[in-house]
């Protein structure tokens, strides 16, 4: 994991940050703990990206779904719920 102490950042500037970046994203540690994460805009939009064809690609295969007839219908959103909770993870 790339770090950095927050004391770092706050004596050093944006400089300590832009230094770490070129390893890669930045875990900014406070306290002893991770609590950010710096990333740089091509690698913030790269993920972005990814997450919006993650969301399509699901949209897509509920609509094969939804075509091919497999779905369920429940009377209320606890009958809905009763049902998730008892398929197995995929």
Known sequence: MNVVPAQEVKRR????????LEQGPVHIIK???????VLTEERYSELLEAQEEAALARLKDSLK???AGRVTRHDSVEALMRHMDSKPAA
């Open 31 to 37: 306290n002893n703990r991770p609590q950010y994460v």
């Open 65 to 67: 779904d939804a075509k």
């Open 13 to 20: 500037g944006i400089a300590a940050v832009d230094e770490a």
